[in-house]
T-cell receptor, first 113, second 115 residues
Framework: AQSVTQLGSHVSVSEGALVLLRCNYS??????LFWYVQYPNQGLQLLLK????ATLVKGINGFEAEFKKSETSFHLTKPSAHMSDAAEYFC???????????WGLGTSLAVNP | GAVVSQHPSRVICKSGTSVKIECRSL??????MFWYRQFPKQSLMLMAT?????????EQGVEKDKFLINHASLTLSTLTVTSAHPEDSSFYIC???????????FGNGTRLTVT
């Protein structure tokens, strides 16, 4: 079975500071891992995903994440936070080949001026 | 890029009435559509998976007679909340995919309030 744990339901950073959102997973099969962003009252937008190959994945809006199998982690980072990055971020793992996604509980990112 | 258009974005209905939510894939054929429910400050909960032309597969604990899903065409899937109650108030989101290895595309969600 697959599961996702996002450490920290709320993260607050200053504008220009490093953003680090943590995600750990468990999976009995090689995982596909995703990060999505959700703005208030909107659907979800894919930031980036890891399937196979290079473990450092670059996404949109300057975000990147590194798949670390030994640590079962897929943390999301951005070198310099912008005010527009304030949103809810969800980590998800694909549950096998049936396209179901198992979701973390989300991390709310606040960016302070 | 691929777009899923979800309507309405917000709906308020009275208890006991039914509400239909539509998701249309505008520039791709959604062979599979997933329907999620999201409570405030919580993650997405998968309600059901539908494949075009076949019956939806519901997750454990989701009442199939209450949440009717129709996926009659490759570009349209609907979720009907029947005999709505205040506890059905939630944010409903659909996502569609055109194939096994194709990415998921999410609608912008529907905020349902049952009074």
């Amino acid at each position: 079975a697959q599961s996702v744990t996002q450490l920290g339901s709320h993260v607050s950073v200053s504008e220009g500071a490093l953003v680090l959102l943590r995600c750990n997973y468990s999976s009995s099969v090689p995982p596909y891992l995703f990060w999505y962003v959700q703005y208030p009252n909107q659907g979800l937008q894919l930031l980036l995903k890891y399937t196979t190959g290079a473990t450092l994945v670059k996404g949109i809006n300057g975000f990147e994440a590194e798949f670390k199998k030994s640590e079962t982690s897929f943390h999301l980072t951005k070198p310099s936070a912008h005010m527009s990055d304030a949103a809810e971020y969800f980590c998800a793992v694909n549950a096998g080949n049936n396209r179901k996604l198992i979701w973390g509980l989300g991390t709310s990112l606040a960016v302070n001026p | 890029g691929a777009v899923v258009s979800q309507h309405p974005s917000r709906v308020i209905c009275k208890s006991g009435t039914s509400v239909k939510i539509e998701c249309r894939s505008l520039d791709f054929q959604a062979t599979t559509m997933f329907w999620y429910r999201q409570f405030p400050k919580q993650s997405l909960m998968l309600m059901a998976t539908s494949n075009e032309g076949s019956k939806a597969t519901y997750e454990q604990g989701v009442e199939k007679d209450k949440f009717l899903i129709n996926h009659a065409s490759l570009t349209l899937s609907t979720l009907t909340v029947t005999s709505a109650h205040p506890e059905d108030s939630s944010f409903y989101i659909c996502s569609g995919a055109s194939g096994k290895n194709s990415p998921l595309h999410f609608g912008n969600g529907t905020r349902l309030t049952v009074t």
